[in-house]
């Protein structure tokens, strides 16, 4: 386990992953420091909801030592319930929700919450092919996103009975690239082949760039081999 850690109006805060998210990490951390000119964050009732997540804080005494670990929800259990320590799930999710938004140049992000909802075309949970649309801004507690079948050759004969209504944190068990463009605007359609986005496109029916597996692959390589290098020239 990673542990990121900051000061805090004197006080010891401490996050942890099991990945080297830095990048999330900081301005998550960043923000939490900026929200103490504003509030006291330091109280039990504390939640911060960021991006697609919701935070806690949690203090702590070991010994002497008191400070405060950065909990999340646990979003693979119960997360309307049950917190966690490890915030692996919800940094991985803002990096892939960030990264969509600035490919497509999206200025100003519409956020869905974790604990808000999505309709599903029940043939759509177990599909190959399938397609996510934002209909409307998340209200009340409905994202305004559907998922529904590519190619759907009974389209406009659905009854209410074929779809099925989920939180977005379920997304994560079922299809988790999906949670990469929950923030993107009302009118966004994106495919999906498997767990792989295939496309992006806009309201007015224009295609946006977006991370794909092979950029990914790419960068991942990229990545080893400066890491290799690396380890050549201190040794």
């Known amino acids: 386990m990673i542990t990121f850690e900051t000061e805090i109006n004197n006080k010891k805060v401490r996050l942890y992953s099991n990945a080297p998210l830095k990048r999330a990490a900081t301005a998550l951390l960043r923000t939490l420091k900026q929200l103490t000119e504003q509030t006291n964050i330091f109280t039990p009732n504390f939640a911060l909801n960021f991006g697609w997540a919701r935070y806690y804080l949690s203090k702590r005494q070991d010994k002497n030592v008191v400070y405060y670990v950065v909990q999340t929800a646990d979003y693979r259990n119960d997360p309307m319930n049950l917190r966690t320590d490890d915030c692996t799930d919800a940094l991985i999710i803002q990096n892939m929700q960030v990264d969509t938004n600035n490919k497509a140049n999206v200025s100003t992000p519409e956020p869905t919450l974790y604990s808000d909802t999505i309709m599903i075309l029940k043939e759509a949970l177990d599909a190959e092919d399938v397609y996510m649309d934002r209909v409307e801004k998340t209200i009340n507690g409905i994202s305004g996103w559907r998922m529904g079948l590519l190619n759907d050759e009974k389209e406009g004969e659905h009854v209410p009975e074929d779809f099925v209504t989920i939180r977005t944190s379920e997304l ?63 040794g």
């Not at 299809?175 to 994106?190: D, F, H, I, K, Y």
């Open 172 to 234: 994560i068990k079922i299809r988790n690239e999906t949670l990469r463009v929950l923030q993107m605007p009302v009118g966004t359609l994106a495919n999906f082949h498997g767990n792989t986005m295939t496309a992006l496109i806009d309201k007015d029916d224009n295609l946006l760039d977006f991370t794909t597996e092979d950029d990914r692959k790419r960068a991942i390589a990229q990545r080893e081999a400066a890491e290799s290098v690396k380890s050549e020239n201190e």
